[in-house]
């Protein structure tokens, strides 16, 4: 970047600084970002297409959920970065529709490119995506459905809509099943839902239709000494975050020991602290003891006599929803210990899953924590099963949390696309062509499902469109058959937040990016310009003026 003041050169920015400016700078950053939403289009919906990828270390991760993809890769491009930041942001807020995010903000960059050739400015562009933006807000809330935790039938639905694509497809009816179960169980009066209550726990081995709701917890842990009970029936628990073992002194103390007599008084004071630490446990009638710290190993001989179950290093998390299912409360000082504090459960056991123990916490009162324990046949089934899960899950809490659903298979985007050319003639001027391109740009998500079909797919659109004049604005594409039908009949169900949330993220991604007419890239090491090093006033910079 080269000023000129009297004839002579004045350098603002280091040399080997790479810079570009207004429409090359705008088109380069178009270009990668809708390269990004170009790399996952191709898995949106049932007959979306898997991504295998393989990292620095050779491990393999074959998905086609959006957020996972963009994850894996090593995405160096800063415009690009930004979209990557879009399917984040989704999945943080809603938990799926990554894809459809990340898709609405290449498409609506690649409709804003039309218009920048155009010559129209991007300020206006910019003001015509906001209006754009907030009337689809506006119509989505309009289109939607209300629904609520005591829906079943709608809830399982969207549920199966979630996981719809991914491998576990042949089992999502069940999957969808215990989704809602899991969900309906940690609802509380007022209808919140924290999903850290609900714990999804992946094992390989079995199959999908193995995948079970525990109405307690499930820990990936063993129990601490072999002579311990493997089940214990009506369990009282205790969760003790403190460690049953001696506590050294935090000062630096010196214990002198000058004959065998004072070790051994010494051993059995030590042995005498564990037996007490232990009789304070049993004395309480606990028979089950979940530790975050570590327990001695004298204590837990102690404690195997008198016929007590115990787990060490339990993890802070897992302790609180054990809490949380057990109605135990989490107790720092074992002398402080009563029968009060102890959680109920009507079963816990151990039990070898794929060759690994692990405790189950079963048939707990009131559970306001859960586990789900996915099974699959291999590694990768059992990933993308987890997956699909979590989805499912996040679906039916993002549905309740909003208390709106819209149809799915792309009749909710045709509508929003409909309405919103009929917005724009009302708007009129530079702007109304920016609202024209926005709803062109949705249009994006059920022209990829009518691809995916192998059908020709500028029919299936045409087809679509006529029905939703006519009024029927639950009519989607059936991608399996490849054909128009009411998305209502075959239960194709999403979470309104899905849409408002993949609206408001794409469109705030493609104004910023449309913003940027200036990049400017620091090298290191100098030298990257032309003139190369040492040539100050040379041809290096000149392009970069």
């Known amino acids: 970047m080269v000023g000129q003041f009297g004839g002579q050169p004045i350098f603002i920015l280091p040399e080997g600084t790479l810079r570009s400016t207004g429409k090359d700078a705008q088109s380069r950053n178009i270009m990668a970002a809708k390269a990004v939403a170009e790399s996952i289009r191709t ?72 218009l920048l050739e155009q010559e129209i400015h991007p300020t206006m ?67 919140t839902i924290d999903k850290d209550n609900i714990k999804i726990e992946k094992k390989q081995g079995g199959s999908i239709d193995d995948t079970e709701l525990i109405k307690g917890l499930v820990i990936d842990k063993e129990v601490v000494h072999s002579n311990m009970p493997k089940k214990i029936k009506n369990a009282k628990i205790a969760l003790i975050d403190c460690a049953l073992e001696v506590k050294e002194t935090e000062t630096n103390a010196e214990i002198r020991i000058t004959s065998p007599d004072q070790l051994q008084a010494f051993l059995e004071q030590e042995s005498k602290m564990l037996k007490d630490m232990v009789k304070k446990i049993a004395g309480a009638k606990c028979n089950v003891v979940f530790c975050q710290k570590g327990i001695d190993d004298l204590a837990q001989h102690y404690l195997a006599k008198d016929g007590i179950v115990a787990a060490r290093r339990v993890k802070k998390s897992d302790i609180e929803k054990l809490a949380k299912a057990t109605g135990a409360n989490i107790v720092s000082n074992i002398d402080e210990l009563s029968e009060d504090d102890l959680g109920f459960a009507g079963l816990v056991e151990e039990q070898k899953i794929a060759g690994e123990e692990m405790i189950f916490i079963r048939e707990c009162k009131d559970p306001k924590a859960v586990s789900i324990l996915v099974r699959g046949g291999t590694e990768h089934v059992v990933d993308e099963a987890k997956r699909a899960m979590d989805d499912a899950v996040l679906g039916i809490i993002a549905a309740v949390e909003i208390g709106k659903a819209v149809y799915g298979g792309g009749a909710v985007e045709i509508e929003l696309a409909r309405r919103m050319k009929e917005y724009a003639e009302t708007v009129g001027g530079r702007e109304q062509l920016a609202i024209n391109a926005y709803a062109e740009a949705l249009e994006i998500l059920p022209r990829t499902l009518a691809e995916s079909t192998g059908k020709d797919p500028i029919d299936i659109l045409v087809n679509l469109r006529s029905q939703h004049d006519k009024g029927k604005q639950s009519y989607g594409i059936d991608v399996i058959n490849g054909e128009i039908a009411d998305m209502k009949k075959f239960g194709v169900v999403e979470p309104l937040k899905i849409k408002t949330q993949a609206i408001k993220s794409a469109t705030e991604a493609a104004e910023m990016i449309l913003r940027i007419d200036d990049v400017i890239t620091s090298k290191s090491g100098g030298g990257m310009g032309r003139g190369g090093p040492g040539m100050p006033g040379g041809e290096g910079m000149e392009d970069m003026e």
């Open 125 to 191: 562009i910019i003001r015509g995506f906001r209006l754009a933006k907030l009337k689809a807000l506006e119509l989505l809330n309009d289109i939607s459905e209300t629904v609520d935790i005591n829906d079943r039938d709608m809830l399982e639905k969207i549920a199966m809509t979630a996981m719809t694509g991914k491998g576990s497809e042949t089992a999502k009816e069940g999957l969808a099943r215990l989704a809602f179960e899991a969900v309906k169980i940690v609802s509380d009066n007022e209808g």
């Open 43 to 114: 898995t949106l919906g049932p007959k979306g297409m898997d991504k295998m990828l393989v990292d620095s270390i050779g491990d393999v991760t074959i998905t086609n959920d959006g957020a996972t993809i963009l994850k894996e890769m090593e995405i160096e491009h800063p415009a690009a970065k930004m979209i990557v930041e879009v399917a984040k942001t989704q999945e943080d807020e809603v938990g799926d529709g990554t894809t459809t995010a990340v898709i609405i903000a290449g498409e609506l960059l690649k409709k804003a490119e039309g």
